[in-house]
T-cell receptor, first 114, second 109 residues
Framework: DSGVTQTPKHLITATGQRVTLRCSPR?????VYWYQQSLDQGLQFLIQ???????AKGNILERFSAQQFPDLHSELNLSSLELGDSALYFC?????????????FGPGTRLTVL | TQLLEQSPQFLSIQEGENLTVYCNSS?????LQWYRQEPGEGPVLLVT?????EVKKLKRLTFQFGDARKDSSLHITAAQPGDTGLYLC?????????FGTGTRLLVSP
């Protein structure tokens, strides 16, 4: 158990819909990272927040957005969903601001878009 | 876009065999991490290597960082079924980690 929690574990929705994924980092960690993992693209970095502020951005679509709240939990919002958005979404956390720090991953949310 | 290519993509071996997984890039990384991911779970950090030429051992696993800090290898001695999983290397690039394409290992009893 990494100490990072993610909800929900599974999510099934239809194209065009909007969903919110939630992540709670390990106690004391200030950075939260979001990743997308699909069979053909591997593990892709989406975005990083550090202590409430956006820190780094990766290959995140404009239809996706994220935020980190004062209690340090984070949410990833996916809108106008397409079939290709079906994937595993992971959240990771680390103590410091550097995105190159060792990261601790949550169990993931499996999103299926029908 | 930086790429970390891992080879082989898939490896199926018998218990007791040795194996090596490679992680290669044309880019230099300040450090490199290795993770293992089991089905339905998130990646778990195994090791971080920082210095060119560095070798780290974790029980039956030996990790090496290339002298030029562009490549790395993971060697497993006497593989066990519990080693089964997806092995991912990840290079540290300024503000983020760049993950490799992954090597899926299956160790049969």
């Amino acid at each position: 158990d990494s100490g990072v929690t993610q909800t929900p574990k599974h999510l099934i929705t239809a194209t065009g819909q909007r969903v919110t994924l939630r992540c709670s980092p390990r106690s004391g960690d200030l950075s939260v990272y979001w990743y997308q993992q699909s069979l053909d693209q591997g593990l892709q970095f989406l975005i990083q927040y550090y202590n409430g502020e956006e820190r780094a951005k990766g290959n995140i679509l404009e239809r996706f957005s994220a935020q980190q709240f004062p209690d340090l939990h984070s949410e990833l919002n996916l809108s106008s969903l397409e079939l290709g958005d079906s994937a595993l979404y992971f959240c990771a956390s680390s103590p410091g601001a550097s995105g190159t720090n060792e990261q601790f991953f949550g169990p993931g949310t499996r999103l299926t878009v029908l | 876009t930086q790429l970390l290519e891992q080879s082989p993509q898939f490896l199926s071996i018998q218990e007791g065999e040795n194996l090596t997984v490679y992680c290669n890039s044309s880019s230099v990384f300040s450090s490199l991490q290795w993770y293992r991911q089991e089905p339905g779970e998130g990646p778990v950090l195994l090791v971080t290597v920082v210095t060119g030429g560095e070798v780290k051992k974790l029980k039956r696993l030996t990790f090496q960082f290339g002298d030029a800090r562009k490549d790395s290898s993971l060697h497993i001695t006497a593989a066990q079924p519990g080693d089964t999983g997806l092995y991912l290397c990840a290079g540290a690039d300024f503000q983020k980690l760049v993950f490799g394409t992954g090597t899926r290992l299956l160790v049969s009893p």
